[in-house]
């Protein structure tokens, strides 16, 4: 259910390998994730294998290995590179190690933050590495574009990237215009959920009575987002206290209440199955058939995780994974262009996954994983494993509420195919919109997951082509 709840972090990444190995240099790095680090080789190839059902460290590979896996994938296409954040700067450092790389920056002045000034200064201090910059317009905002459906590729799941499919394509368009042809692109996708680690940790270091480093992490996140260890930790503690199944059956509870008022989520205790304001959306008789099918599960559920940290992990790389599926698509459908997303390799996440979260994620580094690897490699200036911020598109999220609220609106509306299934009723997502064009905080991760699955539900409706589908053994034979 997509759309029902937050889904954290997964197994089940697919996709062709498209570009090589990289075993790093890891002497600078703290011994404990040293040791973990070295037991695994860094492989940055394609847009991601299959993930194992446990996140254990890789073993072989060595130099000549990862020489052949480079020298196996990489062929005569141009090589191209998002040049924004600390991930995406990593992998363009790492490919033009190789070959050289046409890099691009989004850089809408509506965004205000500093990925531009560091991806001139990398391109300024990396060889082979020729930057573009692609600026921004009106029409490059969140949901532009969707009163007219026909120009997106069909896909096998809702694509979350139909909402930004305009700022996708500005960007491709901008690859396109300085390479000789289309040919492989590395996005740093899935690069937070490997390399670092939500604060959900906490939860585990509670339950673990790991209390004195909980208060000492609960500390430095409290100083990160300007408020107390007390709040921090009163935040994760529901969490600490049920395990997975009690958490289905507490969501499952939740659903047969009458739906809530909205709020930030952050504002909401942590919880395994955090329900998103689309739940508050449906209709009452649809909430109770999804809060039975929670009740069976739970009942039913074998092998569960038992670190909050585990299936977050897991829930978000299969979002992520999922995703860029979605984008991969739009890139191939609409410029023949191979997007590849290094971090989701089987080997990059066995080997990330492989330090515990609370290292991973730990408040006082941003990142400590890349320092780990790469500090005295020479593939990354200094200055990049110095850099502790990252750059959001929420000025251009609320934009795109606001100029294309009425699309919105028709697309959730009493016609749309969510409403007939019961998965969405009209006031509140009308509320959500007022709230947006007023400049008031909304459920902007609800009305993005919402909007891609109508879409997608819209395109299936329109499309005369065959798709598979399971049936039941009675329907078939009927």
């Not at 509506?110 to 020729?130: I, Q």
């Not at 289905?248 to 955090?274: E, G, H, N, S, V």
């Amino acid at each position: 259910m997509l759309f029902l709840w937050e889904v954290p972090r997964g197994d089940g990444l697919v996709g062709r390998p498209a570009w090589g190995c990289h075993r790093c240099l890891l002497e600078s790095a703290r011994p404990t994730a040293r040791r973990r680090l070295q037991h695994g080789p860094h492989r940055l190839a394609g847009a991601g294998a299959a993930v194992d059902d446990a996140p254990v460290v890789g073993h072989g590979g060595d130099e000549e290995e990862a020489a052949a896996g480079l020298a196996a994938r990489v062929d005569d296409r141009p090589v191209s590179a998002d040049l924004a954040g600390l991930d995406s700067t990593t992998l363009a450092c790492l490919a033009a190690q190789r070959v050289p790389v046409a890099t691009v920056t989004f850089a809408d002045e509506r965004l205000r933050d500093d990925d531009l000034a560091f991806a001139l200064r990398t391109a300024a201090t990396v060889p082979n590495l020729a930057h573009h910059t692609v600026p921004g317009a009106a029409g490059t905002v969140y949901y532009a574009g969707l009163d007219d459906l026909s120009g997106l590729p069909m896909t096998d799941a809702p694509n979350a990237y139909v909402v930004t499919a305009s700022i996708k394509r500005a960007v491709l368009d901008t690859v396109v215009a300085h390479t000789p042809g289309p040919g492989v692109h590395f996005t740093g996708a899935a690069g937070d959920a490997v390399l670092s680690a939500p604060s959900s940790y906490l939860a585990d270091l509670l339950r673990e009575r790991r209390h004195h480093r909980a208060l000492q992490h609960a500390l430095a996140h409290a100083r990160l987002r300007h408020t107390s260890a007390f709040t921090v930790l009163a935040r994760v503690r529901p969490a600490s206290r049920t395990d997975l199944a009690g958490a289905w059956w507490q969501t499952a509870a939740d659903l047969r209440r009458p739906a809530r008022d909205w709020i930030p989520q952050a504002q909401r205790p942590l919880a395994w199955t955090p329900l998103l304001a689309s739940a508050d959306w449906m209709t009452h008789g649809v909430r109770l058939m999804l809060s039975a099918a929670l009740d069976a599960a739970a009942g039913t559920l074998a092998d569960a995780p038992a670190r909050l940290a585990e299936w977050f992990d897991r829930q978000d790389l299969a979002r992520v994974g999922a995703n860029t599926t979605g984008w991969r698509t739009l890139a191939l459908a609409g410029h023949g262009i191979e997007l590849a997303a290094p971090f989701l390799d089987n080997e990059v996440i066995r080997a990330c996954l492989a330090v515990p979260a609370d290292e991973r994620g730990a408040p006082g580094t941003y990142k400590p994983l890349l320092g780990a690897a790469f500090a005295g490699s020479g593939v990354l200036p200094d200055f990049v494993l110095a850099r502790t911020t990252k750059g959001g598109f929420n000025a251009l999220a609320y934009t795109g509420l606001c100029d294309n609220g009425p699309v919105l609106k028709d697309l959730l509306g009493p016609s749309s195919q969510l409403a007939a299934l019961g998965l969405v009723t009209e006031a509140p997502v009308a509320d959500a919109l007022a709230r947006a064009a007023t400049g008031q905080p909304t459920a902007q991760g609800a009305l993005h997951l919402m909007v891609a699955a109508e879409v997608w539900l819209r395109q299936h409706a329109a499309s005369t082509s065959p798709w598979w589908e399971e049936v039941a053994p009675r329907v078939e034979a009927a």
